[in-house]
């Protein structure tokens, strides 16, 4: 069977991709700012917005650190 390559992430693997909370995933999938979206009733987020989005954050200011992007994890 052959692998098929993800384009979309949810927020648990959002969270592992990113090395952050779920919690953290969820709250980051329901920013105004975020380029996630709806299937059903699951947020989802395009691997290529994420990739871009993240990129815009970090030309925001070059300084940039996980939390001040995604929030305190605790």
């Keep these: 069977m052959q692998k098929i390559n993800r384009i979309t992430y949810t927020a648990p693997e959002l969270a592992q991709a990113l090395g952050i909370s779920r919690a953290g995933a969820y709250n980051l999938m329901h920013r ?43």
């Design 32 to 74: 105004e700012d975020f380029p996630s979206f709806t299937i059903g009733r699951k947020p989802v987020v395009r691997l290529s917005d994420l990739e871009e989005w993240i990129d815009r954050q970090i030309q925001k200011d070059p300084h940039t650190t996980a939390e001040s992007i995604w929030g305190p994890q605790g």
